[in-house]
Every structure is written in structure tokens, then in C-alpha cells.
């Protein structure tokens, strides 16, 4: 099987701008979660998505929001962008079954906010 | 934003050597998840562990779930040069994907 692929890898965007990052599970994964990557906070939780619906969401701005698609495609949305969000992107898919709670993630995309 | 207690840190061993970490938590989790992350890539899922006091072994990798369910332990033996990178722990609980990850621990090994 196809491991979760993301595009772009890489993104150079401008304060204020807005960035929507892209996100293919495993196929057969339904649950797709976000997470950002800082070398001050770790790894943290942004939200999850399942069957389309927002199903869980982390302590982030409203800036930051997400949807999916009935194929399980995600995607995320950065708006009015500011230097803190310079990150490394990644999102995870995840299983439905007994084992729904391993989650396999992306490369990542490295958004940078100049 | 929450992390888990990670330690050590960083590690800086031998080739041959064996290696261990461990990963703290005030609160209780159902599912603890051990990742490997090399630099510039995702996350990759190494060992999962469900069920407090299990010990769960991937090749020379062997985690164990604590009895209080707040804490996690991942050995490595006969490191070798590949096993360099950062060791995540990662902790579940409730009926969310959401996942609270450690502080990390980075790994070097010497030839």
C-alpha cells in the first residue's frame, strides 16, 4: 500500500498570506489528524477529521482550520499567516478497527513565513 | 501545548551498545506509541502497546506499557549506525486519534 503522501513538501509564503496544505491518506484510512511540528512546542495536535466531520481539535487559533473530502482526502488552511506558524506540517491516517488508534504519518510539508 | 516527559534527551552511544528511554505522563493512556522520525521526514510508527504491562518487541526494539498506565519504556539492543534519529513516545486515551507526543529523544550512534 501507498503510505500518506502530502503536497507540497516545501512552502515559502508571506505574512498575511493564507496556505492550504494537502494530505492523501493510506488507502482504506478514514481518520486523517493534523499535527504541527516546532522545535520549541513538539509535536502537537491541530485536529481530526472522520467521515468529513471535525472530530476532535487541538488548542490552535481559529486561523487554522481543515476539511475532508468523501474520498478521505484533508486538507489544511493557515490564514493571515503569521512568523509563528513557520512548522513542519504533518498529517497522519489512521485505521478504522481494533487498531484505529495507530496513526501513520506524511513526510510533512515545511511551511516557512517570511 | 502538553508534552509527555521524555528522557534522556539525547544519547550519544557506541555501535553494539544497548539503549533505553522512557516516557511519563501525569495522566493515565490506553494506547502508548513509540515513533522514530529521521530529519526532514514524518514520523514512523515503530511499536504499539494497549494494555498496561504488556512488552512488545519489533526486531531488536522492545517497548513495554507501564502497570500505573502513565508511562512507557522503549530499549533498543545492538544499536546500530540506522538506528540514529528522534525517538518519540506517544500516549491515547478517550475515543480520539488524538495523539500527545513527548519531548523526544535524539539518538547518535558512534561506528
Known amino acids: 500500500k501507498a503510505g500518506v503522501t502530502q503536497t507540497p513538501r516545501y512552502l515559502i509564503k508571506t505574512r498575511g498570506q493564507q496556505v492550504t496544505l494537502s494530505c492523501s491518506p493510506i488507502?482504506?484510512?478514514?481518520?486523517v489528524s493534523w499535527y504541527q511540528q516546532t522545535p520549541g512546542q513538539g509535536l502537537q495536535f491541530l485536529f481530526e477529521?472522520?467521515?468529513?466531520?471535525?472530530?476532535n481539535k487541538g488548542n490552535f487559533p481559529g486561523r487554522f482550520s481543515g476539511r475532508q473530502f468523501s474520498n478521505s482526502r484533508s486538507e489544511m488552511n493557515v490564514s493571515t499567516l503569521e512568523l509563528g506558524d513557520s512548522a513542519l506540517y504533518l498529517c497522519?491516517?489512521?485505521?478504522?478497527?481494533?487498531?484505529?488508534?495507530?496513526?501513520?504519518f506524511g513526510p510533512g510539508t515545511r511551511l516557512t513565513v517570511t | 501545548g502538553q508534552q509527555l516527559n521524555q528522557s534522556p534527551q539525547s544519547m550519544f552511544i557506541q555501535e553494539g551498545e544497548d539503549v533505553s528511554m522512557n516516557c511519563t505522563s501525569s495522566s493515565i493512556f490506553n494506547t502508548w506509541l513509540w515513533y522514530k522520525q529521521d530529519p526532514g521526514e514524518g514520523p514512523v510508527l515503530l511499536i504499539a502497546l494497549y494494555k498496561a504491562g504488556e512488552l512488545t518487541s519489533n526486531g531488536r526494539l522492545t517497548a513495554q506499557f507501564g502497570i500505573t498506565r502513565k508511562d512507557s519504556f522503549l530499549n533498543i539492543s545492538a544499536s546500530i549506525p540506522s538506528d540514529v534519529g528522534i525517538y518519540f513516545c506517544?500516549?491515547?486515551?478517550?475515543?480520539?486519534?488524538?495523539?500527545?507526543f513527548g519531548t523526544g529523544t535524539l539518538l547518535a550512534v558512534q561506528p
Open positions: 488507502s482504506g484510512h478514514r481518520s
Open positions: 506517544a500516549g491515547q486515551s478517550g475515543a480520539t486519534n488524538k495523539l500527545i
Open positions: 497522519a491516517s489512521s485505521p478504522t478497527g481494533s487498531h484505529n488508534y495507530e496513526q501513520y
Open positions: 477529521y472522520f467521515s468529513e466531520t471535525q472530530r
